[in-house]
């Protein structure tokens, strides 16, 4: 369980600013994800990176950037251009190639007003 | 692109009773179905998988098995307890590299009653 955070556990923001959710691992896994729940809706996939310096959206990016410029940490910057940002996010990782077990942060909870 | 789909949304059980929770996969090449529960404000935790070169598995009070003609696959938990009570997500995948992206189902709300 702790090798892989996330913080802050809550975050509040105003409509219009950009707010970036911070993820790091200890684990040495290559890949790492991002996911929205919703209620109802399950688990969404954001963005995900398979390396260092590479990444790929996935279902539901628009809105949303990430960068990953060391293994240990994938930052999530949810923009003002997402229409509904309030949601919990969940940030994963994965040892790339054949296993595909992800590990997940405890999540942050945005509230956006 | 793979779909997953997982009934019921909501299961209520007396403690000590069975549970079980089915998922259907659309995209025949996935190989890889992972089980996880998430409690309450909690981050979603592993308890089983199944690769599709076998058609059960088990462990303790929980067991997974997989049917690939029909292309679904499910979860069982036996003798119920208060603390199974969570939300049961269901999975799958290609494997590995980019093909190792989950496409959860939309979960389970499971509640164990004493």
């Known amino acids: 369980d702790g090798g892989i955070t996330q913080s802050p556990k809550y975050l509040f923001r105003k409509e219009g600013q950009n707010v970036t959710l911070s993820c790091e691992q200890n684990l040495n896994h290559d890949a790492m994800y991002w996911y929205r729940q919703d209620p109802g809706q399950g688990l969404r996939l954001i963005y995900y990176?398979?390396?260092?310096?590479?990444?790929q959206k996935g279902d539901i990016a628009e809105g949303y950037s990430v960068s990953r410029e060391k293994k240990e940490s994938f930052p999530l910057t949810v923009t003002s251009a997402q229409k509904n940002p309030t949601a919990f996010y969940l940030c994963a990782s994965s040892i790339s190639g054949l296993k595909s077990e992800q590990y997940f942060g405890p999540g942050t909870r945005l509230t956006v007003t | 692109g793979e779909n997953v789909e997982q009934h019921p949304s909501t299961l209520s059980v007396q403690e000590g009773d069975s549970a079980v929770i089915k998922c259907t996969y659309s995209d025949s090449a996935s190989n890889y179905f992972p089980w996880y529960k998430q409690e309450l404000g909690k981050r979603p935790q592993l308890i089983i998988d199944i690769r599709s070169n076998v058609g059960e598995k088990k462990d303790q009070r929980i067991a997974v098995t997989l049917n690939k003609t029909a292309k679904h696959f499910s979860l069982h938990i036996t003798e119920t307890q208060p603390e199974d009570s969570a939300v049961y997500f269901c999975?799958?995948?290609?494997?590995?590299?980019?093909?190792?992206?989950?496409?959860f189902g939309k979960g389970t709300k499971l509640s164990v009653k004493p």
């Open positions: 990176s398979q390396i260092v310096n590479d990444f």
């Open positions: 999975a799958a995948s290609k494997g590995g590299g980019s093909q190792g992206n989950l496409i």
